[in-house]
C-alpha cells in the first residue's frame, strides 16, 4: 500500500525527490495508468505526470478517472496536485505559489463522476470547501520555510481548454470572484472527493491572463516559467512530501460517500 500521492502538472515531470524510483503499470476499468512510484523518508509515494511524461496529453484528454482510481487502489489517502496557472490578481504575481481554496467550475466536456448511473447508484458529494482544510495548511506551513512568495488562498477557475481565455472571459471570471486559472483542477478535485480522498493543490502563477498580460499568451511562457521556479518548487515538494509522509488525518474528506455506501476500487 502507498498512502501518499503527488499529480504532477505541466513541467514537472521526474520526481528528484524520491529514491529508488521505479516506474509501474495498473490497469483501471477506464484504461491502463503508468506511474512511478519511490521512497521519501523512508515511506513509499506515487508520483503521476497528469500530462504522461512527454506532455503529450492535453488538459481536455486527461484520463481523470483512470488515474484518480489507480491512485485509490494503490492504497493513497492523500493528495497533492500542481497546476501552472494564468493571474487574474494583481497581488498574486508570476513566479508566486497559490494554495487555492475555492473553485470555479467553467469546463465543459468532461466526465465529473464515477457515479454515471450504471451500477444503479448516483452519488451526491458535498464540495463546499472543494480542498482538504488539512492538507492546505500542511502546503502553507511548508511553503513558509522556503523562498518563494506563497499564497494562502485564492479561487482556482478551470477552464475547458487547450486554448487560452478570451480577454472577456478574463474579465468575466475576475467579476465573479476568481483569482487564478488553470485548464486541469476540475474534474480531479472531484473524483479525489468521490473517492474519498484528502486532495489540494498547489498553482504556480507562470504568466498573467489573457488581457491583464501585456503581451499573448504562449505556451512557452509557460514553461520558460516553470522551468525557472523548478529548483525551488523541486526543494517545496520534498518538504510537503516529508510532511505528508506524516500525515494521518481522518479528517471529513475520507467519508465524503458514507451516506451513499462508500468507495471501492
Ligand atoms: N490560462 C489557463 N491555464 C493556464 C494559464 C492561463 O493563463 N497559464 C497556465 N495555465
Redesign the pocket.
Known amino acids: 500500500m502507498i498512502n501518499i500521492a503527488l499529480i504532477g502538472g505541466?513541467g514537472l515531470y521526474l520526481p528528484v525527490m524520491l529514491k529508488n524510483i521505479e516506474e509501474s503499470a495498473i490497469d483501471t476499468p477506464y484504461g491502463q495508468v503508468i506511474y512511478a512510484h519511490g521512497e521519501i523518508n523512508s515511506k513509499r509515494a506515487v508520483f503521476m505526470a497528469r500530462h504522461s511524461r512527454d506532455h503529450s496529453v492535453p488538459p481536455h484528454m486527461v484520463n481523470y478517472r483512470a488515474n484518480i482510481w489507480a491512485l485509490k487502489k494503490l492504497g493513497v489517502k492523500a493528495i497533492i496536485a500542481s497546476t501552472?496557472?494564468?493571474s487574474l490578481n494583481a497581488k498574486m504575481k508570476v513566479g508566486d505559489i497559490v494554495v487555492p481554496d475555492q473553485v470555479l467550475d467553467f469546463t465543459k466536456n468532461r466526465i465529473y463522476t464515477f457515479f454515471d448511473g450504471k451500477d444503479k447508484r448516483v452519488a451526491h458529494i458535498d464540495l463546499t470547501e472543494p480542498y482538504c482544510p488539512f492538507l492546505r495548511k500542511m502546503l502553507l506551513r511548508c511553503a513558509l520555510k522556503d523562498s518563494f512568495v506563497c499564497h494562502g488562498g485564492g479561487t482556482y477557475v478551470c477552464?475547458e481548454?487547450p486554448r487560452?481565455?478570451t480577454g472577456a472571459e478574463i474579465k468575466m471570471y475576475k467579476i465573479l470572484g476568481g483569482d487564478i486559472?488553470?485548464?486541469t483542477g476540475v474534474p480531479e478535485l472531484v473524483l479525489a472527493r468521490e473517492a474519498q480522498m484528502c486532495y489540494a493543490a498547489f498553482s504556480l502563477v507562470?504568466?498573467m491572463?489573457?488581457g491583464i498580460s501585456p503581451s499573448p499568451?504562449s505556451h512557452k511562457e509557460?514553461f520558460d516559467c516553470m522551468e525557472k521556479s523548478k529548483a525551488a518548487i523541486a526543494l517545496y515538494i520534498e518538504s510537503v512530501l516529508a510532511a505528508l509522509a506524516e500525515f494521518d488525518e481522518d479528517c471529513s474528506c475520507r467519508h465524503a460517500l458514507d451516506d451513499f455506501g462508500g468507495f471501492a476500487p
Open positions: 505541466s501552472a496557472v494564468g477552464t481548454g487560452f481565455e486559472v488553470g485548464m507562470t504568466n491572463a489573457a499568451l509557460v
